[in-house]
């Protein structure tokens, strides 16, 4: 994934992009980067690997060596930036979040013929926000050239755009599956993809941006260069898992839609009957703990810490780029607490279960260390699909889904016509998936929660969000 923060004022900001910058840190772990303008020296740059150290750590000595009145920095899950750019509209420093799909046929089709090369990364890929930045190119402007090269780009594309003078150009990506908020305080205003990033700056929120709205920012005001388009579908996940706690989208609160969500799935399992005399309700941390708040609080099983993660020296879960180093680290940060475990049956709630890996050493540590029994309840619907609209997983294929690897096992291919079944816990089909991925993962009961849960804890309607990884509806 992915996320940037930008500010123009009355004063330096560098401080404010720092800090903003990082605390996006939660939504990618590769590159981290920063730009400013300033009238004397005029556009800078720095970019740092932070796979193995934090963004704050590789950037705080940029005090000594950035200074202006507008910058931009950003987290970023995949290509270096931002990206400094020359172009007839101008020059100006770029960062973009999101994922573009058809990178060789936009290249092909735009840019054979008038643009000479691009940087070739590792395999040869194309740096995305390169190619975002040689799209806007093709038109007069920047703001005709930002949603040409939105309309075109089959994926996502948010934009933080600092120009040479120093304004700052948002611009959400068409269909508004990531947020951008734009934040004022009295000497400027801001640009971030989560709201409470600005929180601590001085900032209050000023307005979100619709879905393909592009605004011009200066120290003096917010000007709208684009308006929305009607159509939104914000990406569900986004509360379930990558949002920070404290994040607001769309007017709803990232914990207190997780908790609403635990208290949902408690609901169900109290109308279907279950009964597995419970000790403690636990969530798989960190995510997962606001939905197994919500799920104790309806069920009135006591909300315990089994195990605790072990986050002074091991405060990112998943840097290592193989699976099997990712499972080690995540092994060697649980920390039991053998009284909440040894002899007790235990339900926990995660954000979600994707491949499963990392919940099969979970449940195997739990049993080293005395579990009677080991419950799961997933916060999410099953995950059929791959993402297409985000980039926000590792995986290449979509067989590395243990829902569809699970199909697979059951009834080959021909089980892939049958998804929506696979789906409920209502049908032979899902309860046939539900108990294999038990079986997989060692789990005494395994749950789902609902699409129509999940929508319910959101509180926005279903229209306006993206719901593909689970139904595969655009």
């Not at 009145?69 to 270096?80: K, R, T, Y």
């Not at 708040?293 to 195990?307: E, K, L, V």
Request: net charge negative; hydrophobic share 35%.
């Amino acid at each position: 994934m992915g996320g940037f923060f930008g500010a123009v004022c009355k004063r330096d900001v560098i401080e404010d992009v720092f800090f903003g910058t990082d605390y996006h840190s939660h939504l990618g772990t590769r590159r981290g980067g920063m730009a400013a303008y300033d009238k004397t020296i005029g556009l800078q740059r720095d970019i740092h690997n932070i796979q193995n150290s934090p963004f704050r750590t590789k950037f705080e000595h940029i005090f000594d060596e950035m200074q202006g009145f507008s910058a931009i920095g950003c987290i970023s899950d995949s290509d270096p930036q931002p990206l400094l750019i020359r172009t007839k509209a101008g020059s100006y420093a770029i960062s973009t979040i999101g994922i573009i799909n058809n990178a060789d046929e936009l290249v092909d089709r735009y840019l054979s013929n008038s643009f000479g090369h691009f940087n070739a990364m590792t395999g040869g890929k194309i740096n995305s926000t390169e190619l975002v930045a040689s799209l806007i190119g093709l038109k007069e402007t920047l703001v005709e050239g930002i949603a040409f090269a939105q309309e075109v780009i089959d994926g996502t594309a948010s934009i933080l755009l600092l120009k040479k003078g120093g304004d700052i150009i948002a611009a959400r990506d068409k269909m508004g599956r990531l947020p951008i908020i734009i934040g004022k305080s009295e000497d400027g205003f801001c640009a971030s993809f989560e709201s409470f990033a600005f929180q601590k700056l001085g900032f209050e929120t000023y307005k979100e941006l619709g879905p393909g709205e592009i605004v011009e920012l200066t120290a003096d005001k917010c000007v709208q260069l684009k308006a929305p388009n009607k159509e939104m579908r914000i990406c569900a996940f986004l509360w379930s898992y990558y949002g920070y706690p404290t994040s607001t989208y769309e007017g709803v609160n990232v914990e207190a839609m997780r908790n609403r969500n635990g208290e949902i799935m408690a609901k169900y399992d109290i109308e279907s009957g279950d009964k597995y005399d419970i000790d403690y309700v636990g969530g798989v941390p960190d995510s997962g703990t606001p939905h197994a708040i919500g799920y104790a609080n309806r069920s009135h099983i006591p909300f315990a810490r089994p195990f605790i993660k072990y986050t002074p020296t091991w405060a990112r879960s998943f840097t290592p780029a193989k699976q099997s180093e990712r499972n080690k680290v995540a092994k060697m940060k649980q920390m039991p607490v053998i009284e909440l475990i040894k002899d007790k049956n235990l339900l926990f709630v995660d954000d979600s279960i994707v491949r499963g890996t990392q919940l099969r050493e979970t449940v195997e540590f739990l049993y080293e260390n005395g579990a009677k029994s080991v419950h799961m309840r997933s916060a999410c619907p099953p995950i059929m699909y791959g993402c297409k609209f985000l980039n926000f997983s590792r995986a290449t294929s979509e067989m590395e889904l243990i829902t569809r690897s699970t199909i697979m096992e059951l009834e080959g291919e021909e089980g892939f016509k049958y998804l929506d079944e696979y789906a409920s816990s209502e049908t032979e089909r899902g309860k046939a998936m539900r108990y294999t991925i038990s079986h997989k993962l060692g789990f005494d009961s395994l749950e789902f929660q609902s699409l129509e849960g999940l929508i319910e804890s959101i509180g926005l309607d279903r229209c306006k969000l993206c719901t593909y990884c689970w139904d595969g509806k655009e």
